[in-house]
């Protein structure tokens, strides 16, 4: 795509190519795509295009098969795209979201196509403590909110994973997906309990920022975790992304 890379700001010439490219998958209208796939009703704005695809169409999260008794955590849920892709399929799972735009969106997706019986919805940012921060959202679309400390007009209650597992009630857990935009290592930080009493499965983001699998895969093998670590093609360049899938 000759004019994404030729382009100073690239926003425009994402906005048309996503306009467009989901027209295969849904409709839009008002800005808002209603894709239908696997007999489900997806909502979402066509910037987020990009986080659809990577869930549905280039399956970045392959590694994990899921399993009728099996208790999810997905760990920035964005707009549903993970959650729904596996809920009809495992027990249950608990979705955290922070940034209130993807909330109302996955709340909407999970409700729309009736699986509210087998999804916690939590509107939190996870961290390594309990405090009140910040959201940053001046990235592409929603997707690329990410958490500061800088004051922004968006604030929001974070917790640990440790704490979210007693509130819930879980029992078990077999498996974390996390992706936030570089903050996945202090989440890990504020899990360790739970990493340590339940042994779940882990898929990680990693690529946000330069080694981040490295520090990623360091801190996990310190809890005896076996790390494996594969990259998944782009569409808009010759590049890939970098994931993490860890095992106790």
């Known amino acids: 795509m000759p004019l994404y890379y030729l382009a100073t700001d690239k926003r425009p010439v994402l906005n048309a190519f996503y306009s467009v490219r989901g027209f295969p998958h ?3 209208k008002g800005g808002i795509r209603i894709a239908s ?3 489900l009703n997806i909502a979402f704005p066509f910037e987020e295009d990009p986080s659809f695809d990577d869930v549905w169409l280039r399956n970045v999260y392959y590694p994990y098969q899921p399993r009728r008794d099996h208790v999810v955590m997905d760990v920035g849920a ?3 795209f993970f959650t729904l892709k596996i809920a009809r399929k495992v027990a249950r799972v608990i979705a955290v979201e922070p940034d209130p735009t993807n909330f109302r969106f996955l709340s909407r997706n999970v409700n729309v196509n009736k699986l509210g019986g087998k999804v916690a919805l939590e509107n939190l940012a ?4 309990e405090r009140m921060i910040f959201l ?4 592409y679309g929603f997707g690329r909110t990410k958490t500061t400390s800088a004051k922004t007009c968006v604030s929001v209650r974070m917790t640990t994973i440790d704490n979210l597992v007693d509130r819930e009630r879980v029992d078990r857990l077999d498996i974390i997906k996390i992706d936030t935009e570089g903050n996945e290592l202090e989440i890990l930080r ?8 339940y042994k779940p499965d882990l898929l990680l983001a990693a690529y946000h920022f330069h080694c981040e699998h490295i520090h990623l895969a360091r801190f996990l093998k310190s809890l005896r975790y076996t ?3 594969y990259s998944i093609p782009l569409f808009l360049s010759n590049g890939t ?3 993490l899938h860890a095992t106790a």
């Open 26 to 28: 849904g409709y839009s």
């Open 37 to 39: 796939y696997n007999g």
């Open 78 to 80: 964005h707009m549903g």
């Open 126 to 129: 996870l961290g390594e403590k």
């Open 136 to 139: 940053d959202r001046d990235g």
């Open 190 to 197: 504020g899990a360790t309990a739970a990493l340590k009493k």
């Open 227 to 229: 790390v494996s670590c």
């Open 241 to 243: 992304e970098t994931y």
